[in-house]
């Protein structure tokens, strides 16, 4: 038998920690060793906001998994507080320094794993240090948030950034009975999303009384006489906090893979192979700290997401057991749930498609209820879905609403895995019955909306493109008259569907015609009626529901 | 122009209707006539059992579009209560009975579409016509249970059939207070199931003090002398009921096309091909009256389901229409849920595969929790998985539990689709945030488990041999001490998991070990531990808490 491998793994949370339990079942005789700077490893990141809004009580059951376990069933060394300071490629080994004792040490390896993931970014603002200013990373972070929260009775919060981790914070600050304010940078928030489809989010935000300031970002803090907290915007605001949370994002911690000379990717993430190897022999690198590449644009991503870390942990465990696994990419499935709402996406957005240079592609907007209606209680599930206009590769989508959200992206993100088109969607056999969704599921009408656009059968528009065709064509809402005193689109003529037959002769041939109503589908009929009488015709896809999310009715412009 | 199109479809629900809305999307200029020998076209019947049980309380509701929306809105002459009594092939027409007034006529057609549907079974029984029998297909059937359980306090019901619709009437019975039996023939209830799956659903009935007669038939009604009645079993029993409802399953509706001499396949469904044409020229069937081709086995199947129906009608339409589309068969998704259970399914159970006499495949059981175990309020999964042991191509996957159920079957439902494997699912990229699944979702955990066995990294066997070769086998049980008063595994070893490096001395190298803990996960890394250290070893696929399904504590025997 060879000499026992020597593995040591740098950071034992998600990635590091699936590396190393996989790589015992893989080799019973390797020599594991983990090293992480903080108290703990395997613990739930992902659950801290939880905790910290006390929807989960128990700080114990953070913890995934203890030392003492992964020594007694793994046979896997554990060490905490120690901290991997310096990289020697050329001898293999790290310089590894005891946060207790302050000793330093060096450790000799095999193979290296690099999982050090990211820290929150904390920028040199002044006043950042007072305080009641806090990020989250750890659990001792989550611990000193709560301890700050009951100890200060804190009524006023302000959460710095609005994107996921953001809205996770004032979901939590919220659930603890906080008065949240938001503020972005950004136009919009949950910057990863298409404008028009976080606009929804704004709108959910308002009624649930978060305030927001958008286009804004913090100057500085300040502290009143009575040591009170006020985060000054640069647009001039002082507001006053009782608990501020810095969620602007997060930096992949390189810095040890800079010094020792590994290759950076222009994204700021360590650069790996598709078998995870960095650019440096026998090391690996995984997780937030990593540039993935993009399944669907090719592009390098940075993303900070616990499902890609743990399956580039595997493959890492395989390749150093001698096998030939690859990582296949990330494709950006995300889903985030606050104030009742559940917001998901997966694959491109038409952003990052333009970002790319991409320019084949297609969006068409849906609403479709997530479960029948004649069923109690079905709530609309906004969706937005971006393919290939030229062969109907589905792109990707985002999806918002109350219920059965997370299913249908789950369904596009195994269909956008297997690279499929509309038509596969349209087809899908999924699961049916009243209370569990459609003999035509969201998921099938999307891919129908869609396969109708690619076979040529209907032409779809925007309804951002109105502000630049608005003189040359004309509006048709072929909603019934009752339906307009909800809010109609200015300057569009109404004629219902059901007179439509009977009153072409009102309609123009020589101007296009951009038909709309309530959600799409009566103009769909609509337009396949007039074009076959010979006009000219697109659908204002998502209808009338989709136009809100341009022209919010509280008067907000959208960029 | 050529002369418009005469398009005669009969049976005006899920594929009739269908077929006619996009026909005229499709072609405007066609006639189409729609003949129902109903009251209604295009009701929903899926939501039938929910109206008996006042979940939906409106009838309108039920009624997706009436006869005038068809005429206002697509131009589509709807003819309710007209059967459809004779086809004439040579001449391209049907004779067709106007039920009020008695008249026959004949409708000269261009394409013909049979949407006739299934019909429920009615046994020749003895007493089988006695007042308050009641099967369940239209909206007047419901209406009818509805007044008979209102008009008669109804307290005691009888379900005969224990498949899907009899579980919905079940629950919806159970929902209005009413108690309930229900008599199965098979020794399972829901038979599309495996029978260990099976198994779960009756604990849950039992639990909600359902009562339930299975391997026992009906040999006929009886009412007393003062008109109670009364269902009579075959194994003897007389049981009193209030009502009865008959779901024992459908038959397709095929007398008209037989008796035109179209051909009929083996199943008793109209014979089609794959552009839904029948054997006669321009002559088209959908819906429950055909039979289609399961996608997974290649095998002729009877579905009476609306999604396949509305793609078939969409089908039609478009081959009418002078397109090309295709119907690429069923694979089977189905979802019910009941007294808080939702029960769903895709592609092929080992019941299926062996009656199609396939036996490269292998079957793994989990129970992962529908969330991660951290965030309040995690349910399991229970989930059977299904492969081609040979190159670990997805077969089907049953799964059970009180939330998530029907998201993990549709994104396996969307992976055989798209003929994946079981490694497509260990790296699919779903949705995770803490309240909506895990860094490794169900989805990704059946993948990782079934691809071990394809890699040939794991042995597992099922419970179900265990009676075979309880003999010749140790079982070994690896949980903590503690676990065991839960319910222990008869004649079962137990070590540990974490004592288990230091006791391999206790086990035997001559003998087959069986690997077993709570749910298998342990069990699969003590046999990688043993393995590597020369044991022979197989998990015991889902553990103690699948072994439960086989053993059930209140000691039935499973088949």
Redesign the interface.
């Known amino acids: 038998m060879n000499m026992p491998k020597r593995v040591v793994i740098i950071g034992g949370v ?1 990635g590091g920690a699936t590396c190393a339990t996989r790589l ?6 390797a020599e594991i060793l983990i090293l992480d700077r903080g108290p703990y490893v395997s613990f ?1 990141n ?2 801290l906001p ?1 905790y910290v809004g006390d ?2 009580q128990d700080e114990q ?2 913890l ?1 998994a203890s030392p003492e ?1 992964f020594r ?4 896997i060394e554990v060490r905490t507080r120690n901290e991997a300071t310096k990289l020697d490629l050329a001898a293999q080994e790290v310089e590894v320094r005891d946060l207790a004792s302050g000793q330093v040490r060096r450790e000799r390896y095999d193979a290296l794993l690099l999982a050090p993931g990211a820290a929150p970014i904390r920028p040199p603002l002044p006043g950042i240090d007072l305080p009641g200013i806090f990020t989250l990373r750890t659990v001792p972070d989550s611990r000193q948030i709560r301890q700050w929260l009951e100890t200060r009775h804190a009524r006023r919060s302000v959460v710095i950034g609005g994107g996921f981790v953001g809205l ?1 914070m004032a979901e939590n600050l919220g659930h603890r009975g906080l008065e949240v304010t938001i503020i972005e940078m950004a136009k919009q928030l949950l910057p990863p999303l298409d404008p028009e489809m976080a606009e929804l989010v704004r709108q959910r935000l308002i009624a649930h009384n978060v305030g927001l300031r958008l286009e804004d970002g913090v100057a500085g803090f300040d502290a009143g006489p009575d040591g009170s907290l006020f985060v000054c915007t640069q647009k001039g605001e002082r507001i006053p906090a009782d608990v501020v949370i810095l969620s602007i994002g997060v930096r992949p911690e390189v810095s040890l893979a800079r010094d020792a000379g590994l290759v950076i990717g222009p994204r700021g993430g360590i650069r790996v192979d598709d078998q995870m190897r960095t650019s440096a022999p026998n090391v690996w690198a995984v997780g937030d700290a990593v540039e993935t590449r993009n399944r669907v644009t090719g592009e390098w991503d940075l993303l900070a ?7 580039q942990g595997r493959v890492v465990a395989d390749v150093i057991a001698g096998r030939t696994s690859t990582f ?1 990419g ?8 606050f104030f009742g709402l ?1 917001v ?1 996406m ?1 694959g491109s957005t038409e952003k990052s498609l333009k970002r790319a240079g991409v320019s084949d592609f297609q969006s068409v907007y849906l609403h479709p209820g997530h479960h ?5 209680g079905a709530k609309p599930i906004h969706m937005k879905l971006i393919f290939r206009k030229s062969d109907g590769r589905i792109l990707g989508v985002q999806a918002i609403g109350e219920e059965g959200v ?2 249908r ?3 596009i ?3 956008i ?2 690279q ?1 088109t509309v038509f ?1 969607l349209e ?11 459609a ?3 969201p ?2 009408v999307s891919g129908m909306i869609a396969a109708n656009v690619v076979r040529g ?1 209907l032409d779809v528009v925007s309804w951002s493109e109105l502000g630049l065709k608005r003189d040359s064509i004309m509006i048709l809402d072929v909603r019934d008259p009752g339906e307009l005193q909800g809010g109609r689109v200015e300057s569009a003529i109404n004629i219902p ?2 007179q439509l ?1 009977e009153r072409l002769t009102e309609l123009p041939l020589d101007k296009e015609i951009w038909v709309t109503c309530g959600v799409g589908q ?1 103009a ?2 609509a337009c ?2 007039l074009r ?2 010979g006009f000219r015709v697109r659908n204002l896809s998502g209808g009338y529901q989709s136009y809100r999310a341009w022209h919010p009715l509280d008067g907000t412009q959208r960029g």
Do not use: W
């Open positions: 998600a015992r079942r893989l080799d019973e005789h739930a992902c659950g939880y929807v989960i059951k953070l995934v376990l007694k069933r793994f046979n996770e997401l616990a499902g890609p870390a743990n399956r296949h990330v494709q950006g499935t995300a889903v985030c749930g559940t998901s997966t029948v209606d004649y069923y109690p997370e299913r992206v789950d369904v993100a195994m269909a895995q297997r499929s596969d087809e899908a056999e999924l699961c049916y019955a009243p209370q569990y969704g003999a035509r599921d998921v099938n059968d569907l059901a037959r009566r769909y009929y396949r009626l076959q009488n």
